[in-house]
Nanobody
Framework: QVHLVESGGGSVQAGESLRLSCAASRLRVSNYCMGWFRQAPGKNREGVATIASDGRIVYVDSVKGRFTISKDNAANTLYLQINSLNPEDTAMYYC????????????????WGQGTQVTVSS
């Protein structure tokens, strides 16, 4: 059974940074499209960044310049570096995996983690 386990969330002040991690088991991040998503209270879940098996990266416009997605194939782990956090970034952050062609934040992902909470206070 595939497991994706997120960590690294927390409560921070505006302007600080966080690095989220997603440890994968029973799938290889090197072979899958991997993505980060977030869901703020009262809002729909949105994709923020994806990284394809060949390393191609797509960000949604709202996070460009502050979010960096990366992966460590040897560690089988996905990361999301978030800089200059602001209260609008408060959300549950999820990682997800997709095996099919097409790697972008609006694609359909089949495997999901349980999420890690990020709370930003002003």
């Amino acid at each position: 059974q595939v497991h994706l386990v997120e960590s690294g969330g927390g409560s921070v002040q505006a302007g600080e940074s966080l690095r989220l991690s997603c440890a994968a088991s029973r799938l290889r991040v090197s072979n899958y499209c991997m993505g980060w998503f977030r869901q703020a209270p009262g809002k729909n879940r949105e994709g923020v960044a994806t990284i394809a098996s060949d390393g191609r990266i797509v960000y949604v416009d709202s996070v460009k310049g502050r979010f960096t997605i990366s992966k460590d194939n040897a560690a089988n782990t996905l990361y999301l570096q978030i800089n200059s956090l602001n209260p609008e970034d408060t959300a549950m952050y999820y990682c997800a995996a997709r095996f099919h062609l097409g790697c972008y934040p609006s694609a359909s992902f089949g495997y999901w983690g349980q999420g890690t909470q990020v709370t930003v206070s002003s």
